[in-house]
């Protein structure tokens, strides 16, 4: 009989203590996910001023480009004039 109410002393113990982990490890879990959800938003925020700023880069490249194949295309216009 004692030895049976000394188990189920332990065994409640042994519940409690668990029960407390478990706790413990939710709210970790909890928080992890919110710092997970915060990097990816800022991971997202992120790459995308990287992608506005490669395609405004892009656009002045392109732009630049095509400045000085216009201006070639004149210059070689010119030359051709005084050879």
Do not use: H
């Amino acid at each position: 009989e004692n030895e049976n109410k000394a188990e189920d002393s332990d065994l409640r113990e042994q519940v409690i203590k668990l029960k407390a982990q478990l706790s413990t490890k939710m709210e970790q879990i909890a928080t992890l996910r919110t710092v997970l959800k915060s990097n990816k938003n800022t991971a997202e925020v992120a790459l995308n001023n990287l992608k506005s700023k490669y395609e405004t880069e892009k656009t002045i490249v392109s732009e630049t480009i095509s400045k000085l194949r216009y201006e070639l295309r004149k210059l070689k216009e010119n030359a051709a004039t005084f050879s």
